[in-house]
Nanobody
Framework: QVHLVESGGGLVQAGGSLRLSCAAP????????MGWFRQAPGKQRELVAA???????NYADSVKGRFTISRDKGENTIYLQMNSLKPEDTAVYYC??????????????WGQGIQVTVSS
């Protein structure tokens, strides 16, 4: 099984920043783009941000202007810089290797999930 190594979550106050990292082995099955979904208690999973091998990006409207997704030169690691965090950003964030049109695709790999908690 391919395992994505996800890190960078934690607890911050509103207005603070966190940076998530997701390392995908080169043999991971990547479909179109990599990125993060998040799921808060009682809410549906939603796409947060995605980035393709050609550096095309996609963001949820709720995070535009606050979050920035990027990738390293080898395209084996992606990052999500989260600034001006709000309590509504509190969720478990899941890295994923297969994002197309805002949806995850069969065969893609997932990170273990990392908790982001933003206090008011």
């Amino acid at each position: 099984q391919v395992h994505l190594v996800e890190s960078g979550g934690g607890l911050v106050q509103a207005g603070g920043s966190l940076r998530l990292s997701c390392a995908a082995p080169r043999m991971a099955f990547v479909i179109n783009a990599m990125g993060w979904f998040r799921q808060a208690p009682g809410k549906q999973r939603e796409l947060v941000a995605a980035i393709s091998s050609g550096d095309r990006t996609n963001y949820a409207d709720s995070v535009k202007g606050r979050f920035t997704i990027s990738r390293d030169k080898g395209e084996n690691t992606i990052y999500l810089q989260m600034n001006s965090l709000k309590p509504e950003d509190t969720a478990v964030y899941y890295c994923n290797t297969g994002i197309l049109r805002g949806r995850y695709q069969p065969g893609a790999s997932w990170g273990q999930g990392i908790q982001v908690t933003v206090s008011s």
